[in-house]
């Protein structure tokens, strides 16, 4: 399609800011104004491209490259009237000078992969329709002809991963059943990112970031060996929680409680709703004497576990309920010095937890230990309730040293009323 010209708008990406009007024409937004005798040039060889008069219409275009020859627009059109008058060779010069002058610009990227799709050459017409799909803009338009050649592109780029995945089954699949699935996970994770298949997630602490930690989603067991005394004590545990829910005078309250006029963002649902409920046996560090006298099994076992000793920030202990069909939406936790430890207790069918691009389900009585500075989100789609004990525990990956530092500077912020937030855990 032929691109008019119109007036510049702020957008770093403002080349992609196009849409089709029907199938003759589009108006591009932002794209660097051109010359007086330039857009003259184009506006009169668009308007014969339209009539069609193809040769003038060539002619004009050519005339507007040689007096705007920077403008990438112009090479595109150019381009566009050279295919509609069957040049093919002068119409992929023209498409390659656009490219030359903008390499992010979606339409002539389109253009160049269908050439070379045209011509047999996979792997360039793969590279090129992974480089139009990089570049496109979510905010822009399509018109129906663009959005068409999108579409195009990511079937192609489907098709091409499917048959790589296919031929990487074919030549690793063996190997890989070979090892155990946590010798090979982020071998795996690392194709699946790049087959398309996965996303990259990082930590997003929302008050205190911790640098150069690794940003692991699911910890390794290994970094906690206290986690097999957790599991064994399931059956307990769950039997005070019961005998919790049973006496109806718990106290549990909704989790998410935010005051009168705060931004409640994706917690709308949730705000002061008892569909994710909570009842702590330690919360930012301070004991629930009443709730650990009626708990005193689950109180003792917690006093014996690495817990999470940040002053006036952890640890932190609590009995998370979340009510049939109900779902956490995603979230990032407060900092990544620390590890959430979920300990399921009652989970019914058609729950699960993901923690950036890894979902795993709850199993009663199996532990696991995530950053929760991590996009992370859960559901129960199920009838009954759920229930899972959480708690904290250091980041395995800081030094007792760094673990000290860490606690006084907390102190020295407290002291000079330079407070942070207090931690919070999902």
Same mark, same amino acid.
């Given at each position: 399609?032929?691109?008019?010209?119109?007036?510049?708008?702020?957008?770093?990406?403002?080349?992609?800011?196009?849409?089709?009007?029907?199938?003759?024409?589009?108006?591009?937004?932002?794209?660097?104004?051109?010359?007086?005798?330039?857009?003259?040039?184009?506006?009169?060889?668009?308007?014969?491209?339209? %009539?069609?008069?193809?040769?003038?219409?060539?002619?004009?275009?050519?005339?507007?490259?040689?007096?705007?020859?920077?403008?990438?627009?112009?090479?595109? $059109?150019?381009?566009?009237?050279?295919?509609?008058?069957?040049?093919?060779?002068?119409?992929?010069?023209?498409?390659?000078?656009?490219?030359?002058?903008?390499?992010?610009?979606?339409?002539?990227?389109?253009?160049?992969?269908?050439?070379?799709?045209?011509?047999?050459?996979?792997?360039?017409?793969?590279?090129?329709?992974?480089?139009?799909?990089?570049?496109?803009?979510?905010?822009?338009?399509?018109?129906?002809?663009?959005?068409?050649?999108?579409?195009?592109?990511?079937?192609?780029? %489907?098709?091409?991963?499917?048959?790589?995945?296919?031929?990487?089954?074919?030549?690793?699949?063996?190997?890989?059943?070979?090892?155990?699935?946590?010798?090979?996970?982020?071998?795996?994770?690392?194709?699946?990112?790049?087959?398309?298949?996965?996303?990259?997630?990082?930590?997003?602490?929302?008050?205190?970031?911790?640098?150069?930690?690794?940003?692991?989603?699911?910890?390794?067991?290994?970094?906690?060996?206290?986690?097999?005394?957790?599991?064994?004590?399931?059956?307990?545990?769950?039997?005070?929680?019961?005998?919790?829910?049973?006496?109806?005078?718990?106290?549990?309250?909704?989790?998410?409680?935010?005051?009168?006029?705060?931004?409640?963002?994706?917690?709308?649902?949730?705000?002061?709703? !008892?569909?994710?409920?909570?009842?702590?046996?330690?919360?930012?560090?301070?004991? $629930?004497?009443?709730?650990?006298?009626?708990?005193?099994?689950?109180?003792?076992?917690?006093?014996?576990?690495?817990?999470?000793?940040?002053?006036?920030?952890?640890?932190?202990?609590?009995?998370?309920?979340?009510?049939?069909?109900?779902?956490?939406?995603?979230?990032?936790?407060?900092? $990544?010095?620390?590890?959430?430890?979920?300990?399921?207790?009652?989970?019914?069918?058609?729950?699960?937890?993901?923690?950036?691009? !890894?979902?795993?389900?709850?199993?009663?009585? %199996?532990?696991?230990?995530?950053?929760?500075?991590?996009?992370?989100?859960?559901?129960?789609?199920?009838?009954?309730?759920?229930?899972?004990?959480?708690?904290?525990?250091?980041?395995?990956?800081?030094?007792?040293?760094?673990?000290?530092?860490?606690?006084?500077?907390?102190?020295?912020? !407290?002291?000079?009323?330079?407070?942070?937030?207090?931690?919070?855990?999902?």
């Amino acid at each position: 399609m032929p691109m008019r010209w119109s007036p510049p708008t702020a957008s770093p990406r403002c080349r992609q800011r196009a849409a089709f009007e029907g199938s003759r024409r589009f108006v591009s937004a932002g794209v660097r104004p051109l010359t007086d005798d330039a857009a003259g040039l184009n506006a009169a060889g668009l308007r014969a491209l339209s %009539q069609g008069q193809v040769a003038s219409a060539v002619a004009l275009l050519r005339r507007a490259v040689v007096a705007d020859p920077a403008s990438p627009l112009l090479f595109y $059109n150019l381009a566009t009237a050279l295919h509609a008058a069957g040049d093919a060779a002068s119409h992929e010069t023209a498409v390659d000078e656009a490219l030359t002058r903008d390499p992010y610009f979606a339409h002539a990227l389109l253009a160049k992969a269908r050439l070379l799709e045209t011509r047999g050459d996979g792997v360039g017409a793969i590279t090129h329709y992974q480089r139009l799909i990089a570049a496109l803009d979510p905010a822009a338009p399509m018109g129906p002809g663009f959005a068409a050649g999108v579409a195009h592109a990511r079937a192609v780029l %489907q098709a091409a991963n499917d048959a790589l995945e296919v031929r990487l089954e074919t030549v690793l699949g063996d190997r890989l059943d070979a090892e155990s699935p946590q010798a090979t996970e982020r071998f795996r994770h690392a194709v699946e990112i790049g087959l398309g298949r996965r996303r990259i997630y990082h930590p997003q602490p929302l008050v205190l970031a911790y640098p150069y930690l690794p940003p692991v989603q699911f910890f390794d067991r290994a970094h906690f060996p206290w986690l097999s005394q957790l599991e064994a004590a399931t059956p307990v545990i769950r039997a005070e929680l019961q005998a919790l829910l049973a006496a109806g005078d718990a106290g549990f309250a909704p989790y998410v409680a935010y005051p009168p006029g705060a931004p409640v963002n994706q917690w709308a649902t949730l705000n002061h709703s !008892d569909a994710w409920a909570a009842q702590f046996l330690i919360q930012h560090g301070i004991p $629930n004497a009443a709730i650990r006298a009626r708990c005193p099994r689950t109180a003792a076992l917690l006093d014996t576990l690495p817990l999470f000793d940040l002053p006036g920030r952890g640890p932190v202990a609590f009995f998370s309920l979340l009510k049939p069909h109900t779902h956490i939406p995603p979230h990032t936790g407060a900092t $990544n010095i620390r590890t959430i430890v979920h300990l399921p207790l009652i989970v019914p069918e058609l729950c699960g937890f993901r923690v950036g691009n !890894d979902s795993r389900p709850w199993v009663e009585g %199996q532990a696991f230990a995530f950053d929760d500075s991590i996009e992370h989100e859960a559901r129960n789609g199920s009838d009954k309730l759920r229930a899972v004990l959480i708690i904290d525990t250091w980041n395995p990956y800081l030094t007792p040293v760094e673990r000290d530092l860490l606690r006084d500077y907390v102190a020295v912020l !407290d002291a000079q009323g330079r407070s942070m937030a207090t931690f919070g855990a999902g």
